[in-house]
């Protein structure tokens, strides 16, 4: 079976005076029919980029390049902006953390949701009205007349997210991209979300890649993960796999930071990851998280580090973690 | 002004035991806020009940939690405490006076703000050290190299490098915004940080530095804090005492501990389930909240969480529950304590 999108060796550099940022250094990405696919990482890390570079909405400027990037066979790379145009929206939808920012505020909920469908499908003003009605229905936004009369500022955080994914499936797209689509949500209204992607890919079968900085979210939601750190990926897997036994150490720090309830009790301190993220605008040698690793050895900063595949899962670390994380608690 | 803040000593011996000391130092007594929303032509004039009949207290050296959704009414609190907003009805006092006759400079210093987004809050034109000593030329403390010695030492306590002092806003990352807004904070000695929501806009291994940092400063220090998050996890990380709000009320609140091991309120437990721990072993979590959504201009009657209370009976529908006192929390709930066994309280 061919793969719905398959991307191999990504990289996107955005030319800056006297040099340039390497935002995404050889990304592989794969995604399947009705598959979850997690890209997580903290900001500045690429995964935003990466998905910008699949649309091809990368700043002005930025290049991108790969040795394939395909789309149900179509070669996205040679593809027009108008054929392009003729995808986004239509086959590959997108929703962002701030729906706010991404909705125009100078028209109601209905224009724009009606807009997509009328663009892409050609339809009347009645039938896309009537499609608008059954995606806000759909999306758990009771009301739907009424709200398609409204401006965006009247509705909650919470709606304006369930418009716009509703706007992203106003054409039935093989893949949505949501991009930290749960970010600026408060938690309760954040699950609810998240069961709405869930059991809308089930309904329609579509393939979610789900861009986040939650670890919590990826946990819970994903078939797989790809870790991603200075525009690299350096671990993926199944979700079980690279959170069960974390083999890469960014993935392991990444998650003794997390505040978890209950851990309190111990009066444990949190782990944080000391420094930041290296600067993106050289090339450097060997490991990327080297700087920040406590297992870090000379050698890590020197050799090139290969993600190296078990199972099917993948890790790029020289001296990798082996500790098993929720695999006792399983049987509870 | 003398330079009563000019050393970084402790202000009592031991901060820990301080907890133990409870003589309130800022307190609200029955707050309420009322804002009026204009409907626009022709149309009726709504009101939105933002802060209804809260009391809340703050002891010396110790971090009270407010944990609650968007809407809650949680930041007008903080807005109220930090004297920036009037209650309609109610009083607060900072260590025993109201803050209604305490001089604005006064309150000012003693109670200082530690924002969300250090960005917005932060002037883009100023260097970090500027920043800092900013509120020590407004308020006149000391001279200028002693105010200058004071900026560098809290700089270095909020653990930015040296090279950075002079370094804008622009050219710091988000963590270290964060700092920047917590030393400033921090310069004038305040008896009490209002923390709202200050490392929701950050990555997990930033906010895990930055709740290390306020941890650690609180501990040096001993200053008493109010932290505002949505986030349960964050908040039992760093509150002593956590206090549950929901539409402008607070339904819950006790020692974090045991608020944590032993949620009474249904809301409560709603809020502590919607924490995603990286177990994949568990998948998302049936949250029973229905579907609708919390609204401030339009509160239910009776208790005010039950059109989305999985556990509602018609009691809940008709009159709104008074607190009572469960293990030692304050719980605004008439089933509380026959909720039946938590499901995460199990887990441990």
Redesign the interface.
């Known amino acids: 079976m061919t793969k719905l999108l398959d991307i191999k060796n990504l990289r996107v550099e955005i030319p800056i005076q006297g040099g340039a940022v390497h935002a995404v250094r050889g990304v592989d990405l794969s995604i399947d029919r009705g598959e979850t696919l997690c890209i997580v990482g903290?900001?500045g890390s690429g995964k935003s980029m990466s998905s910008l570079a699949v649309m091809n909405l990368l700043p002005k400027g930025a290049h991108r390049s790969a040795d394939r990037m395909s789309f149900l066979g179509t070669d996205l790379l040679r593809l027009s902006h108008r054929g392009m145009a003729r995808i986004r929206g239509d086959r590959i939808g997108m929703i962002f953390q701030e729906p706010m920012t991404s909705l125009n505020p100078a028209y109601t909920i209905g224009n724009q949701l009606q807009e997509v469908y009328r663009r892409h499908r050609r339809a009347g003003r009645a039938a896309a009205r009537d499609r608008a009605i059954e995606l806000l229905e759909l999306v758990?936004i009771?009301n739907a007349p009424l709200r398609l009369r409204q401006y965006p500022h009247q509705l909650?955080?919470?709606?304006r997210q369930r418009v716009m994914i509703a706007m992203s499936l106003m054409c039935e797209p093989d893949i949505l991209i949501a991009d930290e689509p749960t970010s600026a949500l408060?938690?309760?209204?954040?699950?609810?979300i998240?069961?709405l992607l869930?059991d809308l890919q089930t309904k329609l079968g579509i393939a979610v890649i789900l861009i986040t900085?939650?670890?919590?979210?990826?946990?819970?939601?994903?078939d797989r993960v790809a870790v991603v750190y200075a525009g690299q990926i350096l671990e993926t897997g199944?979700?079980?796999q690279?959170?069960?036994t974390p083999r890469h150490p960014y993935t392991a720090?990444?998650?003794d930071?997390?505040?978890?309830?209950?851990?309190?009790?111990l009066r444990r301190?949190?782990?944080?990851?000391?420094g930041?993220v290296p600067s993106l605008t050289n090339d450097f040698q060997g490991c990327a998280f080297a700087a920040r690793c406590d297992r870090a050895r000379p050698e890590c900063r020197t050799t090139e580090v290969p993600l190296v595949r078990e199972d099917g899962h993948g890790f790029a670390c020289l001296h990798p973690e082996t500790e098993a994380r929720?695999a006792q608690?399983?049987g509870? | 002004m003398a330079l009563p803040a000019f050393t970084l000593k402790p202000k009592h011996d031991s901060p820990r035991k301080q907890v133990c000391d409870m003589t309130a130092i800022l307190e609200a007594k029955g707050i309420s806020r009322t804002y009026t929303l204009s409907g626009g032509m022709m149309k009726k004039s709504s009101k939105l009940q933002a802060v209804r009949d809260v009391s809340l207290y703050v002891n010396r050296g110790e971090t009270c939690g407010i944990v609650g959704e968007s809407g809650c009414g949680k930041s007008t609190v903080a807005r109220i405490l930090l004297g920036l907003e009037q209650p309609d009805a109610g009083q607060i006092t900072l260590d025993g006076q109201a803050i209604a006759s305490i001089p604005r400079a006064e309150l000012s210093r003693r109670v200082q703000p530690v924002f969300q987004d250090p960005y917005s809050t932060l002037n883009p034109r100023r260097s970090i050290l500027e920043t800092v000593i900013h509120p020590l030329n407004v308020h006149k403390v000391g001279d200028a190299p002693s105010r200058d010695r004071r900026a560098r030492k809290l700089l270095d306590q909020v653990g930015l490098p040296k090279r950075s002092f002079h370094a804008f806003p622009n050219q710091l990352s988000g963590g270290q915004r964060q700092r920047v807004a917590i030393a400033r904070a921090l310069a004038l000695d305040p008896d009490i940080l209002v923390c709202d929501e200050p490392t929701s806009a950050l990555d997990v291994s930033i906010q895990a530095q930055i709740l290390n940092l306020i941890q650690d400063l609180q501990r040096d220090l001993g200053v008493a804090m109010v932290f505002i998050s949505h986030n349960l996890g964050v908040i039992e990380h760093v509150a002593d005492r956590v206090a549950v709000m929901y539409l402008g009320r607070v339904v819950e609140t006790g020692e974090t501990r045991k608020l944590m091991q032993r949620p009474e309120h249904p809301y409560t437990r709603a809020l502590l389930e919607s924490v995603l721990t990286p177990d994949p072993e568990l998948g998302l979590p049936d949250l029973d909240l229905g579907r609708s959504f919390p609204d401030p201009t339009n509160i239910p009657s009776g208790c005010s969480f039950h059109p989305r209370c999985a556990f509602r009976t018609s009691v809940c529908e008709d009159s709104a529950p008074e607190p009572r006192q469960i293990h030692g929390a304050s719980v605004e709930c008439h089933l509380a304590g026959n909720l039946g066994e938590n499901r995460l309280a199990t887990v441990d």
């Not at chain 1, 900085?213 to 994903?222: I, Q, S, Y």
């Not at chain 1, 930071?257 to 009790?265: A, L, N, T």
């Open positions: 903290e900001s758990g009771p909650s955080g919470g709606l408060d938690v309760t209204v954040q699950v609810q998240l069961h869930k900085h939650d670890l919590g979210v990826v946990a819970r939601t994903a199944t979700a079980r690279v959170f069960g720090r990444l998650l930071s997390m505040p978890i309830p209950g851990m309190m009790r301190k949190l782990q944080a990851i000391p930041t929720f608690k399983a509870v």
